[in-house]
């Protein structure tokens, strides 16, 4: 059993900062893909930020140069720091992941809690 853990999140005023967190416990080989999404009131979940096991990063265009995706393999937690955040940045963000279950190459993929993140203009 995998579980995902988010913390982090909160209300921060426009041009602030978040560090978002997302813990990986239980059965864990290794961590592969890791990726952060968010759903604003009213609309789909988009994708926001991706890192492969190999450390490769990937972000959707309107939040480049402003977050940052890291993994700590030691802890199997990976972060979405959030600087210059935006009115339009609000929503609940969710962290997925692809698990390796054992050297067989089994995974598990799974959703965390999600948590809010509100940014006042």
């Known amino acids: 059993q995998v579980q995902l853990v988010q913390s982090g999140g909160g209300l921060v005023q426009a041009g602030g900062s978040l560090r978002l967190s997302c813990a990986a416990s239980?059965?864990?080989?290794?961590?592969?893909?890791m990726g952060w999404h968010r759903q604003a009131p009213g609309k789909q979940r988009e994708f926001v930020a991706g890192?492969?096991?190999?450390?490769?990063?990937n972000y959707v265009d309107s939040v480049k140069g402003r977050f940052s995706i890291s993994r700590d393999n030691a802890k199997n937690t990976f972060y979405l720091q959030m600087n210059s955040l935006k009115a339009e940045d609000t929503g609940v963000y969710y962290c997925?992941?692809?698990?390796?279950?054992?050297?067989?190459?089994?995974?598990?993929w799974g959703w965390g809690q999600g948590t809010q993140v509100t940014v006042s203009s």
């Open positions: 239980g059965t864990i080989y290794s961590i592969n893909e």
């Open positions: 997925d992941a692809e698990v390796g279950l054992s050297a067989s190459g089994s995974t598990w």
């Open positions: 890192i492969t096991k190999s450390g490769s990063t």
